[in-house]
């Protein structure tokens, strides 16, 4: 039996299919569980062998990172983490492991240090010291995976088994404490980057105020009328893009549900249209993309919640499809991994900006309002303003992230959603795929069809400066 970490990803994905995880709280429980006992299993497994020099068959192995990334989906999914602050999450931590990386291969990656902002230095490698890079970038990630998600007890158990892995598999001593101590230096400079984002601070700012006499601004929609989702994120130092007003899309159309002439009016109209008569294709577009990380169920009195990964969660499991499609090595994987999670983290900041900026009502108010008090989008309505796009922001600022790694006719068949119950789709390029999110929010009756043109246009910009501005392989 192979130890866990060598597994596929797309292995792990079936996993979660025979345990029919869906997207319950409880059945997510026994997902995790399950994981944890096939570790148990491995390390149990391992130690009653003879020991085996074959360390760098694991750690130079790809399937060991994206499966690493998949652990700290789980647990992001897990702890409700908000789409905005899992991009923080995947981003830090990919950053943690790249920066090992970068130092172990310094001809063929350069460190971030100087390119992003904020981030002034990170230690080299000490001279003369025996590291396994592959294994030290895998404890940095955990490192500040652990610290930004502040799930000590769950990755615990993780991050002791791959330590193990190494000791069973041979890994000499003073290669295993040159790559602990190594992962540690790296980590805490990361670490101290990242307290330095300005996120503290957002912790302890004042709740979105709501304007329910102004019939244009945002208010809470059911079923759980929750208040507005992170109001002050543009406050969050970006990592490539220079200010929040870097990129700035026209202004939304003008609020005038009277006049069947204007802009906003026909808006209205065209996604009321188009959500009484769904085709069965549109409709599982919708669905594919809804990555709504907690949706509250209702059904007479009862109420329950359910789970999926978040966008960015979705786009980090296309990222190791990728890496597995393409048969990338170790290195350029945790390479993709850190642009597109950068891509995403700079991409949210910008687009919450714009949604404070005017804090558009959302169709669903307008519609049930106006025009029908019984319609209803065929999404449950995300707690935060419509104008602009998050999914269609980040999807088009990732893909250009992904294609620059990949290239642009990288045909895939993303299986995220398998695991919640909906069938794999397969895409022709990272662009088809961000093309069809922006689409699938309109269709899923959250956004105006003109805000998820302006979006994803947006997306692209943001991606592609991250593209351009970080020189990261070389």
């Known amino acids: 039996m192979l130890p866990l970490p060598m597994l596929s990803c797309v292995w792990l994905q079936a996993i979660s299919v025979v345990v029919k995880q869906n997207t319950t709280v409880v059945k997510v429980f026994y997902m995790k569980k399950f994981l944890a006992v096939l570790i148990t299993v491995s390390v149990i497994l391992v130690s009653c062998s003879p020991k085996q020099a074959d360390y760098t068959a694991i750690f130079d192995n790809p399937d060991t990172y994206c499966k690493t990334v998949y652990e700290l989906n789980s647990v992001v999914m897990g702890n409700n983490f908000s789409p905005m602050v899992a991009s923080r999450n995947y981003m830090y931590a990919n950053v943690a492991a790249y920066e090992v990386i970068a130092g172990g291969y310094p001809n063929a990656y350069s460190s971030l240090a100087g390119q992003a902002r904020g981030l002034d230095a990170v230690p080299k490698p000490p001279a003369g010291a025996k590291i396994d890079y592959g294994f030290a970038s895998l404890l940095a990630f955990w490192k500040l995976g652990v610290a930004v998600t502040f799930s000590d007890n769950e990755t615990k158990n993780y991050v002791d088994s791959l330590k193990q892995l190494a000791k069973e598999h041979?890994?000499?001593?003073?290669?295993?404490?040159?790559?602990?101590?190594?992962?540690?230096?790296?980590?805490?400079?990361?670490?101290?980057?990242?307290?330095?984002?300005?996120?503290?601070?957002?912790?302890?700012?004042?709740?979105?105020?709501?304007?329910?006499?102004?019939?244009?601004?945002?208010?809470?929609?059911?079923?759980?009328?929750?208040?507005?989702?992170?109001?002050?994120?543009?406050?969050?130092?970006?990592?490539?893009?220079?200010?929040?007003?870097?990129?700035?899309?026209?202004?939304?159309?003008?609020?005038?549900?009277?006049?069947?002439?204007?802009?906003?009016?026909?808006?209205?109209?065209?996604?009321?249209?188009?959500?009484?008569?769904?085709?069965?294709?549109?409709?599982?577009?919708?669905?594919?993309?809804?990555?709504?990380?907690?949706?509250?169920?209702?059904?007479?009195?009862?109420?329950?919640?359910?789970?999926?990964?978040?966008?960015?969660?979705?786009?980090?499991?296309?990222?190791?499809?990728?890496?597995?499609?393409?048969?990338?090595?170790?290195?350029?994987?945790?390479?993709?991994?850190?642009?597109?999670?950068?891509?995403?983290?700079?991409?949210?900041?910008?687009?919450?900006?714009?949604?404070?900026?005017?804090n558009t009502v959302r169709p669903e108010t307008v519609v049930s309002k106006y025009f029908d008090p019984n319609w209803r989008p065929h999404l449950q309505t995300p707690p935060f303003p419509e104008y602009t796009c998050g999914h269609c922001y980040t999807s088009a600022s990732a893909a250009e992230a992904l294609t620059s790694v990949f290239g642009d006719n990288m045909a895939y068949t993303d299986t995220t959603e398998t695991e919640f119950g909906i069938p794999e789709r397969a895409f022709k390029s990272f662009r088809d795929a961000a093309d069809e999110v922006k689409m699938s929010r309109f269709f899923g009756g959250i956004h105006y069809r003109y805000s998820v043109m302006v979006s994803h246009d947006m997306g692209q910009k943001i991606g592609g400066l991250v593209v351009e501005k970080l020189k990261m392989k070389k």
């Open 170 to 358: 041979g890994m000499p001593e003073d290669v295993y404490n040159g790559s602990v101590a190594y992962a540690d230096t790296v980590s805490g400079a990361v670490m101290a980057w990242s307290k330095k984002d300005h996120y503290k601070e957002t912790r302890g700012k004042p709740e979105f105020t709501v304007y329910p006499d102004s019939p244009a601004r945002w208010v809470p929609t059911p079923p759980a009328y929750s208040p507005a989702a992170e109001p002050h994120w543009n406050e969050i130092r970006q990592v490539a893009v220079d200010s929040v007003n870097e990129f700035l899309p026209p202004p939304p159309f003008k609020f005038d549900v009277s006049n069947k002439t204007s802009d906003y009016y026909k808006e209205v109209k065209l996604i009321q249209q188009t959500g009484d008569s769904l085709t069965k294709e549109q409709a599982f577009i919708a669905d594919f993309w809804d990555d709504n990380p907690f949706k509250l169920n209702v059904s007479g009195h009862l109420m329950f919640g359910t789970k999926k990964f978040s966008p960015p969660g979705h786009w980090m499991s296309i990222v190791g499809i990728a890496a597995i499609k393409a048969k990338a090595d170790y290195n350029t994987t945790v390479y993709a991994y850190a642009k597109t999670s950068i891509a995403l983290f700079d991409a949210f900041i910008q687009c919450w900006n714009i949604k404070y900026m005017y």
